[in-house]
């Protein structure tokens, strides 16, 4: 059974860092790209960025490049989302999910990690 | 790049269709065969419910059902029932530096 589990909601305050998780099981996890998406309280769904895990080619929306990495470990089947200087406004659920291979569609999701930034 | 346009909500009785719509412009919609659509329940991930415009994954109803139009797209819920009242979400490639774009949300209500 595929599966993407992702690491417990953090709270943090304003300009300290964060690294959360996505680990996948039950597929090659070299061979799907990863996206994250971003859903602040109560609004709708963002595209944040996708890395491809075999070379860490990682392609961000202008909205998030340079405010956030994607990154993955293929020795643990985890890719990864981590901010140097967080942000109120990074207050939201974040979502890893899996590309699906040749598409552009989403197939697999993580159950979401909430990230709370409050002073 | 704008988020796709979609109606705020849409609602219907059980076992009536509802269509929702997702307008998009020649650089996402129009210009691809890219458009996916999301379930999403509160308090839950999004759900992969149509891809590549009209495909259905393995296991979603045929209930569900994808179709596009130049440059909008629109998903068809047909014989409506309580569990589908959801949050839909459509997508599309874009050939913008976002590559993805998502549609603004529509909250289907079944009466």
């Known amino acids: 059974e595929v599966q993407l589990v992702q690491s417990g909601a953090e709270v943090k305050k304003p300009g300290e860092s964060l690294r959360i998780s996505c680990k996948g099981s039950g597929y090659s996890f070299t061979s799907y790209w990863i996206t994250w998406v971003r859903q602040m309280p109560g609004k709708g769904l963002e595209w944040m960025g996708r890395?491809?895990?075999?070379?860490?080619?990682?392609n961000y929306s202008p909205s998030f490049r340079g405010h956030v990495t994607i990154s993955t470990d293929t020795a643990f089947s985890t890719a990864y989302l981590q901010w140097s200087s967080l942000e109120a406004s990074d207050t939201a659920i974040f979502y890893c999910a899996r590309l699906r291979v040749g598409g552009t569609d989403l197939d697999y999701w993580g159950q979401g990690t909430l990230v709370t930034v409050s002073s | 790049q704008s988020a796709l346009t979609q109606p705020a909500s849409v609602s219907g009785s059980p076992g009536q269709s509802i269509t929702i719509s997702c307008t998009g412009t020649s650089s996402d919609v129009g210009g691809y065969n890219s458009v996916s659509w999301y379930q999403q329940h509160p308090g839950k991930a999004p759900k992969l419910m149509i891809y590549d415009v009209s495909d259905r994954p393995s296991g979603v109803s045929n209930r569900f059902s994808g179709s596009k139009s130049g440059n909008t797209a629109s998903l068809t819920i047909s014989g409506l029932q309580a569990e589908d009242e959801a949050d839909y979400y459509c997508s599309s490639y874009t050939s913008s530096s976002t590559l993805y774009v998502f549609g603004t949300g529509t909250k289907v209500t079944v009466l």
């Open positions: 890395i491809d895990p075999t070379d860490s080619y990682t």
